[in-house]
Structures are given as C-alpha cells and as structure tokens.
C-alpha cells in the first residue's frame, strides 16, 4: 500500500549510508509488490523498474513468482545502477532495509517464507506460501533472513569480482569499514554472520578475495566480534593448503589462482595481523594455539608457529612474572602435554613446511613455563642450540637418525628434569592417544613411538608401563613397515628401565588370545592370514633386536642366548608337521637381519666382548650367506644383500674367529652377489616414474657401500700386508674382469679398502711391505682403462698404496711427499679419452711408482705387469708395456741379479700370447734391460734351450735394431765362440776304438744367436763394422763342425719338437754355421758373393765332409 512505501520511504532518508538511493535500484525484496498498486507512479524518491511493471489482477494474496532476470536491467528512475554495478553498491544494497526507523517502528516482510538464489548475478525469486504484502515481523526475524541475503549477495559479488574482474576486492570492501561509529557498530555482527556463506566457497579466486576482505577486517575490529573465530579460523586453513601443486591439466582460463596462491596470500595476511595489529593479539593469543595440535592442519605450523612466537614474546613483555596460558578461560586450547608430544613430533621432520622445525622449537621454548614450571631454565638452554644446529644445516647434511636421537636424548633430558611421575603419566598417555592422528603420516608416527618408549623409559608406574605396552602391542598396524618399525623401536628404549617387563610382556603376549586369533591351526592354509601373521612375528623378532640394542650391556649379555636369540629363531624358523618350512616373506626375511644385526651391534659395544663367545656365530654367518644366494643374479630388487652383508660386518668382529676356509667362502659369495649383477639399465620415463629410478639408484648404492664395509671389516681382523694380500686375492679377479660394469665397481670398492687400511694402519715398528709391488702392479694398469671413472679410481689405489709404503718406512701418516701427491694432480686429465694423454699419464704415474718403490718391491712389480701385458682391455695392455718400459729406464739398473728371472717370465709370457703388440713390448723391454746389463742378458740368452723357439729369436732379434748394442753383442758372441772348443770326441763303446765329434752347447747356442741377429735388415751396419771377425770366425766354425754331431739331449728335445707336430729346426752343427755365414755376407754387403756360391752349389760342398777344401776354395775365389 502506499502507507507502507511510504513507510519504507523514511526509512531510507533515515539512514546516513544510503539517502538519496534509489530504492529500486537496490533491492528486489518481496516487501516491494508491484502488484497493490497495478503500475502506478511511487513517489519521485523512487521509481519502479520496468521489469517490474507489469499488470497483474488485484489478488490480497500474492501466490505468483516474480523474476528479475538480471541486477543490472533492474534499474531505472534518477539513479541508475550502471551497466556493471559497483561492489559498494551491491554490498549495500541489503544493508538498508531494515534501519531503525524514527520512533522505534520496526518494519519486515515475510521473506523468510522464501527460497533464493543467486548465480552469475541472476536473481530467480519465487514465494509458494501465503504472504501478506505489508505483514509485519520482529526486527530479530528479519535481520537473520536479511543476513542470510547479504551473505549471498557477498558471496555472488566476490564470485563476480574475481571471476569477471569487475574491480578490485579491496575497492569493493573498504567502504564497508570507514572509521567506527555507532551506526557501523551495530552491524559488525551481522556483517560476519553473514560471511559464513562465502566462507564455503571451493573456488581459490574466491578464496583469495575471502582473505583480503578478512585483512581489512581485522583492521577495523571485526574480528573481535563473536564470530570472529570462524575468519581466523579459515585463514588458518587456507595456510595449511599444498605450497607446491602438481602440474595439471590446462585450464580453460588463463588467470587461475592455484592453491600455492592462497597459501601464501594466507601465510603474509596471518602474519600481517599477528605481528601490526595491535587489537588482534587478544583475538589470536592464546586462540591460535588450537590450530597447533590437529594433525590435518599440519601445512600451516610454520606461520602458526611465528605468529604464536610474536604474540606470546609480546604477551610475556607485558606481563613478565605472569605469563603462563590461562585453562580456565580458555577450555578449548590444548594441554601442555599435548603440545609438547606435538611440537616435539613436527620438530623430527625440521626441513618440512619452510622451516617447520625451527618453528616449532622456538615456539616450544616460549612455551617453557606454561609447559612446565621447571623447564625454562633446560629450554632456555637446550633448545637455542638445537635451532643453530638446524640452521647451519641441510636436508641432505643432517642424519635424519642423528636428529631423531638428539630429540630423544632432550626428551629424556626435560623428563629428568621435570621428575614428576604424574605429568610423566599423563603426558605418556598423550603421546599414546596421538598415535592414530598419525596413521597416515608413518615418518611422524614411527617417532611418536620412540618418544613413547623414551617416556614410559622415565616413567615411575610400572602398571601403567605393563599396560601400555600391551594396548600397543594389540592396538599396532602391522601390515606397515614404519609402524613395525615405530612399535619395537619403542619397546626396546622401554627396555633401557624395564628390561624384565618388556621380555615377558612380549612373551605374554605370544601366549595371548589376540595372537593366537592371527596364528590359529587353520590358518596356515589361508593366504591372507598367513601374511598377517608372518608381519606379527617379523615385529617381534625386531622387537627383540632393539630391546637387545638399547637395554644396558651389562644386563644383555646373560639374556642373549635364552631369551633373546631363543626366541627370534622360534618366530622365524616355521614348522609344518615337524618339517622346517623356509620362509618366502621378504618382510620375515628383512626383520630377522636387522634383529641379529642388532644384537651382534650390543654384544660389540659391551665392555666384555672380548670375553663373550657368540656360540651362534657359524650359524649365523651360512643363514646370511643363504640369503645373499637366494636372491636373484640377474637383478637387485630388494634390500636382502645389504642388509646381510651389513649384518656380517658385526658376526665377522665377534669371536670366535672365522676359519680362512670360511672367510674366503663368505668374500666369494657377497662379491659373486653383487659385483656380477647385471649393469643397470638407465630408465626411460615409460618405464616407470623417476622416483623409483631414485630408489634403485640408492638401493645400487647402499649395497655396495655394504660390500666395502664387509671388507673392511674382514681387513680389519688382519690389518697387515699378509690380510691386504689375502683380500685381494678375491678382489683381483674382479678388477681385471671383461666387463666394465665389474671392473667398475670393484676398483670402486678397492679403492675405498685402501683408503680403509692407510687411516686404520697403526705401525710400531718398521717391517716390509712385501705385496707392495703386487699391488701396485694391479691398479697402474687400470689408469689408462676405457672407462674413466677406472682410471680415476686406480690412481687413488696407487696413491693410497705408496702412502701405505711410506707409513711402513716410519713416516706419519700425515706426511705428504711431493711425487706422490703428483698423482692427485693427474685425475681431472683422466676424463680424456685421448691416446697421446693417457701415455703421458702412463709414463708420468710410472716416474712417480719408480721414485718412491723400494728395490726389492721392483722386481715383483715387474713380474706381475708382464703379465698385464696379455690383459683383455688393449689400453691396460698398453699400459703396461709404457710402464714397463719406464721403470726399465728409470730403475733398470739395479736389476742386474735379477735379468734371468725377468727374462723367463718375458718368454713365458710370449708363449702364452701371440699379440703383435705384447710381443712388441716384450722386445722393447729386452731391449732396455741389454742396454744396461748387455753381458748378463747375453749369457740369459744363450742358455736358453736349443732348438730356439721362436720367442726365444723374437728377443735375440730385439737387439739388432740398435747399431751400436748390436755391434757389442756381437762381439760378446764371437768370444762365446771362439773361447770355448767347437766339440768333444767321445769314444763309442758300439764301434770299438772309433770316437764321435760331438758339439759343445754354447758355442752352438752363439751360433743360432749369431743368425738370429744378422737376419735383420737393421743388424747391417754393425755386420760391417765386424766383418773380419764374424768371416774368420764363421769360417772357422764351418770347418771345425763338418761331420760334428750334436749332444743326445739335443737330440731328444728336437724329437719331441717333431712329435708335437711343430716345424722342426735345423740343428745340425756344421749346417747352423754354414747358415750364419750366409747370413753374415748377405747383412756385410757381399750378398753377390753369396748368391755365386750358391749358384756354384757351394754352401753344400761346405758341410760336405770329403768335398769341404772345394766349397772353400770356391768361397775365397
């Protein structure tokens, strides 16, 4: 009716915000039915929409629905809504409704009757109940619908900022809150309640906006209004959001707002007001403090915790003596206990969440007193340096298990402290209540549980003790890893108080219904079961190990064999119908070899490990051997290798000790295990993710660490020269291996073993390093292999050896010598593949091995580097001639005793090999030694076995090239021949008084090698320069061997030459001479003269005994 426009008329020039607006343009209320006056003109203050215009039958109730298609076609009169109404506009429009009108009048409709929505600013309303146009209803009604509307229209204008980018959020809020005046007081209640929708938003735009209108909140007080709680506590949410999204699919719109967005708009704006609102601190301390404990909310402890920090810093300024949480006003917040199980669990994971860690400490230490009254001064203390530990660290430097540890130990430090057996208690039961927030977080939990261990370890009632540790063992999650793990860890730190009562709850426990039920008869037939129950068991072997690593020594000892020991092989060996069955459960396998390892790892850190005999030792070391070869040679999947090889580490320490025959056995099958696993294939991305191309990397990596620590620990039981010897041995094989994934990895853990043996090596007394040459034989080689990260490993294998050598000679360990240090310089050259580098490598690694080996080490070095002369890998080969050929030239000369065993192993080695370069080598080498020892090489030569081999003419051979050499070894040749007699007559007893000539063996032997030399082209200048001397000589020794036999021992060998169907030689002696002669005229530049006599068919009548006077005077003409 009129009255009542009229009524709602001055109501609107009434109130400060919105006089002179357009009633229409604000508001489509139910209140305003066109419908009474049929379309005709409302006062000039407001004019009706055309929209709103229409005819209608004069009805005293309205039962129609009206609609208003749009917001911005509502509009019409002196002042319109724009095309796109401002935010203010909207905001407002709700709020002038329902003013107080002059005089008390409370005015209202029957909304509340119906049902609205708003999408995208269209506005459907519709009214399916009875209402009376002008009915009125209490001011308290209406303000609860009109929230209600005001919430949505807040909630589609955020929608309709952020999506169609109308204008800025802060430009549409800031008018809400001009400076405090008793108008706008009265509606800060009503503003929040009617934020409660757009809270519920999904979308990040909105929430992003959500956040910023929240800001400006707090600013004007808003926040301390009841109802506040639901905006902090929606900020709070929004900083527990993902920091980092994972990639996802394109959307449709180019400008989303991810979650990362939110957070860290939410994180700046918590922060903000924390720390520049001064009004705000009553609002969020000590509230804030009931976002720390849920575990869900963990995302956002950081900023809780900085903001909490402040707050509480600046609380405790205010009021010094006295600050300490107030429970009494504050019901909700969470207990002391609590907030220390939780802070203390967040603090075990310091790097998570920006620094989450760090955070929580610090938030603990302003903490202290509320927490308990005693502990400020340990805090103040203790936990500043725990926070410098952290910052000076990494991820990657600080020991996850060292910080674990070091909260234990502050833990038990604060329990000690405290010393109050009731807050233990509670604070026990706390930790065990927290338990379940953590079942999907097993990191966290898994050290829950050792801080239930360590408290229950200080704990004073040992009822509560029995009955705690039983609710864990029936409670626990056994299907998870961390949890088994979490679970026997805790146990066993329990045992560090209670050592009697935790080994027979344990076995209380076996007994107990709750097992039984898992482990029944039939259920061995029931795969799922059998499952269960074999993680049940794996639990309490692993149980028993940590109860057997953290209880005290001095009471272990006495328990291993009967209750500890005992027991772990009853839960692992199972038995059907009395046959013993091998477990397939790789869990079972993995519990069983953590559990004995740990037990090994107490009976070594107990004082009277030298006195304990480990009666399961043998046992122990073939059951872990039998697991390394049960595992798969083709690949490496599991842990088992290295979790068995880690375990031998500590078998091998204890006594007794392993015979040699077991040792070797047990250095075979972890180096068979590990190093002739397939190479490691690079994976592709379709093959699977790259974290699990990570875990194999790292499982690769740890199981040859745990080669190497077996190793050393074999090495270390006999650290000296004969145990270095023996170890290689078994590793040698490897390291000169085909494959170059082998050699890889063994000159890789060769490496970290001398390393091992130089730090550990302790010397009293100078003795010999006899191997040294041996060893160092073995890797110089390496230094030029085809891979380059070998040949890195092999110059510290030769670095480490020759410092090794020098401790032995009485240095410090920290002496550095210059040459050898030379090595170190040379690694980053290595990477180069190129020839002409690794020779220069090769000659300078081998100057430096030369300086610093003892004579007595050169020969043995020699020896063995022959032998690498033949190695598979042609740069090693290669290799080993340059370094042969360098020690010859730089440390030839003291090997003059030694040229006849350095010359037999050459022609062994030729006999083995036909490689043209090992043969080349082996001549150069020769060819060295005769430079500098040519008469001991000379009288080695020629005592070498006639007919000659051809290995043998392939060394007299090396020493013709060079004239000078050639020409003195052709003189020390002549004089063989001419000092000694050509034959002997010896009387044969078959032909009565007739004598036979027989041919003395060096002046034969002189003779071949005199031919061997003159057959090379190179051997022509010296030929000329002796040839007087080689004619007379060789003529001579033609006449003296005409009818001249040789000795029956020669003549039984070339039997045997003939027999193994190799070429024969000519061993005549008469023949042998004639030959050299030939050869002599042909090198001496009469190689016409040699040609007439043969024409002539002199050379034949030379070795006739009747006719020689002819081929002799055929020779002089």
């Known amino acids: 009716t009129s009255a009542g426009y009229n009524a709602i008329q001055s109501t609107f020039q009434s109130s400060h915000v919105l006089r002179g607006t357009d009633l229409c343009s604000l508001s489509p209320s139910p209140t305003l039915r066109p419908t009474a006056l049929g379309g005709a003109a409302f006062p000039k203050v407001c004019t009706i929409p055309a929209a709103w215009r229409e005819k209608s039958e004069a009805k005293p109730v309205c039962h129609r629905q009206l609609t208003v298609p749009s917001v911005s076609r509502l509009c019409s009169g002196s002042e319109k809504l724009s095309a796109r109404p401002s935010a203010t506009?909207?905001?407002?429009?709700?709020?002038?409704?329902?003013?107080?009108?002059?005089?008390?009048?409370?005015?209202?409709?029957?909304?509340?009757?119906?049902?609205?929505?708003?999408?995208?600013?269209?506005?459907?309303?519709?009214?399916?109940?009875?209402?009376?146009?002008?009915?009125?209803?209490?001011?308290?009604?209406?303000?609860?619908?009109?929230?209600?509307?005001?919430?949505?229209?807040?909630?589609?204008?955020?929608?309709?900022?952020?999506?169609?980018?109308?204008?800025?959020?802060e430009a549409a809020v800031s008018p809400l809150f001009p400076p405090p005046a008793s108008q706008m007081e009265i509606k800060k209640p009503f503003i929040l309640s009617s934020m409660k929708l757009p809270l519920q938003d999904n979308s990040n735009k909105v929430k992003r906006a959500l956040v910023q209108v929240i800001?400006?909140?707090?600013?004007?007080?808003?926040?301390?209004?009841?109802?506040?709680?639901?905006?902090?506590?929606?900020?709070?949410?929004?900083?527990?959001?993902?920091?980092?999204?994972?990639?996802?699919?394109?959307?449709?719109?180019?400008?989303?707002?991810?979650?990362?967005?939110?957070?860290?708009?939410?994180?700046?704006?918590?922060?903000?007001?924390?720390?520049?609102?001064?009004?705000?601190?009553?609002?969020?301390?000590?509230?804030?403090?009931?976002?720390?404990?849920?575990?869900?909310?963990?995302?956002?402890?950081?900023?809780?915790?900085?903001?909490?920090?402040?707050?509480?810093?600046?609380?405790?300024?205010?009021?010094?003596?006295?600050?300490?949480?107030?429970?009494?006003?504050?019901?909700?917040?969470?207990?002391?206990?609590?907030?220390m199980s939780r802070l203390l669990v967040v603090a075990s994971q310091p790097y998570g969440g920006e620094?989450?860690?760090?955070?929580?400490?610090?938030?603990?230490?302003?903490?202290?007193?509320?927490?308990?009254?005693?502990?400020?001064?340990?805090?103040?203390?203790?936990?500043?340096?725990?926070?410098?530990?952290?910052?000076?660290?990494?991820?990657?430097?600080?020991?996850?298990?060292?910080?674990?540890?070091?909260?234990?130990?502050?833990?038990?430090?604060?329990?000690?402290?405290?010393?109050?057996?009731?807050?233990?208690?509670?604070?026990?039961?706390?930790?065990?209540?927290?338990?379940?927030?953590?079942?999907?977080?097993?990191?966290?939990?898994?050290?829950?549980?050792?801080?239930?261990?360590?408290?229950?370890?200080?704990c004073a009632n040992k009822d509560l003790v029995r009955k705690t540790l039983q609710e864990l063992l029936e409670t626990a999650r056994y299907q998870e890893e961390a949890e088994r793990e979490g679970l026997a860890c805790c146990l066993g730190l329990c045992a560090v108080t209670y050592l009697d009562e935790t080994l027979a709850k344990l076995e209380e426990f076996v007994k107990s219904d709750v097992f039984r039920k898992s482990a029944g008869l039939f259920s061995i037939f029931k795969d799922r079961s059998d499952n269960e129950v074999e993680k049940v068991k794996g639990t309490l072997i692993l149980c028993y190990g940590y109860v057997a690593r953290y209880a005290p020594t001095e009471l272990v000892l006495a328990r291993i064999d009967a209750d500890i020991l005992r027991n772990i092989f009853l839960y692992f060996n199972t038995k059907v119908l009395g046959i013993k069955v091998e477990t397939k459960d790789l869990s079972l396998k993995l519990c069983l070899i953590q559990s004995i390892c740990m037990v090994c790892q107490a009976i070594c850190n107990s004082a009277q490990s030298g006195d304990f005999t480990f009666s399961h030792k043998a046992e122990l070391v073939s059951q872990m051997m039998d697991f390394i070869k049960a595992e798969p040679p083709?690949?490496?999947?599991?842990?088992?290798?290295?979790?068995?090889?880690?375990?031998?580490?500590?078998?091998?320490?204890?006594?007794?000790?392993?015979?040699?025959?077991?040792?070797?056995?047990?250095?075979?099958?972890?180096?068979?295990?590990?190093?002739?696993?397939?190479?490691?294939e690079t994976p592709r991305e379709k093959d699977g993710p790259v974290l699990r191309a990570r875990q194999e990397e790292t499982l690769w990596r740890d199981t040859l660490d745990a080669l190497e620590g077996l190793l050393k620990g074999v090495l270390q039981r006999d650290l000296t020269p004969r145990g270095l010897q023996a170890m290689f041995e078994h590793l040698g094989p490897w390291i000169k291996s085909t494959k170059e994934h082998e050699r890889e990895r063994a000159v890789e853990v060769a490496a970290g073993v001398l390393e091992f043996y130089r730090e550990k090596l302790n010397v009293s007394t100078v003795v010999p390093f006899y191997n040294l040459g041996l060893l160092v034989a073995l890797f110089s080689p390496r230094c030029t292999d085809s891979l380059a990260v070998v040949r890195q490993h092999a110059v510290d294998c030769v670095y480490a050896l020759l410092y090794i050598q020098l401790c032995y000679e009485g240095f410090a360990r920290d002496h550095r010598d210059e040459s050898v240090e030379k090595l170190k310089a040379m690694k980053p050259g290595l990477r180069d593949p190129d020839v002409n580098t690794l020779f220069q490598a090769c000659c300078s690694i081998a100057k430096v091995i030369a300086k610093r080996l003892p004579p007595d080490q050169l020969l043995s070095l020699l020896l063995t580097m022959l032998e690498g002369l033949a190695d598979p890998d042609r740069n090693c080969s290669r290799a080993a001639t340059v370094m042969i050929n360098s020690l010859l030239k730089e440390r030839g000369a003291v090997l003059l005793e030694k040229v006849p065993e350095i010359l037999a192993v050459v022609h062994a080695k030729l006999q083995e090999v036909d490689q043209e370069h090992v043969w080349k080598a082996a001549q150069q080498a020769v060819y060295i030694l005769a430079s500098q020892h040519r008469v001991v090489v000379v009288s080695s030569l020629l005592n070498s076995p006639l007919p000659l081999d051809s290995c043998t003419c392939a060394l007299w051979r090396a020493l013709a090239p060079d004239p000078t050499l050639a020409s003195q070894v052709l003189e020390l040749l002549l004089e063989k021949i001419n000092r000694d007699v050509p034959y002997k007559e010896n009387k044969s007893f078959l032909r009565g008084s007739t004598s036979e000539r027989v041919a003395t063996f060096l002046p034969l032997s002189a003779t071949c090698a005199l031919h061997e030399l003159m057959s090379v082209p190179e051997s022509g200048p010296a030929v000329v320069g002796l040839y007087a001397e080689l004619f007379v000589t060789l003529l001579l020794r033609v006449s003296c061997t005409v009818g001249v036999q040789l000795p029956k021992g020669l003549l039984s060998k070339e039997r045997k030459t003939l027999g193994r169907g190799q070429p024969p030689r000519t061993l005549d002696p008469c023949s042998s001479a004639v030959e050299t002669l030939k050869a002599m005229l042909i090198q001496g530049g009469s190689g016409t003269v040699a040609k007439a006599v043969a024409d002539a068919g002199g050379w034949e009548l030379l070795r006739s005994m009747e006719r020689h006077h002819e081929g002799v005077a055929l020779l002089a003409r």
């Open 89 to 169: 506009q909207l905001l407002f429009w709700p709020l002038g409704l329902l003013p107080r009108v002059p005089g008390g009048a409370e005015l209202g409709c029957a909304a509340k009757h119906g049902r609205g929505c708003l999408e995208q600013c269209q506005v459907p309303w519709s009214c399916g109940l009875p209402c009376q146009c002008v009915h009125m209803q209490p001011l308290a009604a209406a303000l609860e619908v009109q929230a209600v509307f005001w919430g949505r229209i807040l909630h589609a204008l955020l929608r309709h900022t952020s999506l169609a980018g109308v204008c800025p959020v």
């Open 634 to 680: 083709d690949s490496l999947r599991t842990p088992i290798r290295q979790r068995a090889m880690a375990t031998c580490v500590y078998l091998v320490f204890l006594e007794p000790s392993l015979s040699d025959a077991e040792t070797a056995e047990l250095l075979d099958t972890c180096l068979s295990g590990v190093l002739a696993l397939p190479e490691a």
């Open 215 to 339: 800001s400006a909140m707090a600013h004007h007080g808003y926040l301390e209004q009841p109802g506040g709680e639901a905006m902090v506590e929606f900020l709070v949410r929004q900083c527990a959001l993902p920091a980092e999204q994972l990639p996802r699919r394109q959307s449709l719109e180019a400008e989303d707002v991810t979650d990362s967005q939110v957070r860290d708009i939410s994180v700046n704006t918590l922060f903000l007001i924390s720390t520049t609102v001064d009004r705000m601190s009553e609002v969020l301390w000590p509230y804030l403090l009931e976002f720390v404990t849920p575990v869900h909310l963990t995302g956002a402890l950081t900023p809780l915790c900085r903001s909490l920090v402040h707050l509480a810093a600046k609380n405790q300024e205010e009021q010094p003596k006295d600050f300490h949480l107030h429970y009494d006003n504050n019901a909700n917040l969470p207990s002391p206990c609590a907030l």
């Open 355 to 458: 620094g989450r860690g760090s955070a929580a400490l610090r938030l603990l230490n302003v903490l202290s007193r509320s927490i308990h009254p005693t502990l400020e001064p340990l805090w103040n203390k203790k936990l500043p340096e725990l926070v410098e530990r952290l910052e000076a660290n990494t991820k990657v430097s600080l020991s996850q298990e060292e910080w674990e540890d070091t909260l234990l130990k502050f833990l038990q430090e604060t329990l000690m402290t405290i010393s109050d057996c009731s807050w233990t208690c509670r604070l026990t039961s706390e930790m065990c209540r927290q338990l379940s927030s953590y079942n999907g977080s097993s990191v966290e939990k898994n050290f829950l549980y050792k801080c239930v261990g360590t408290a229950l370890a200080a």
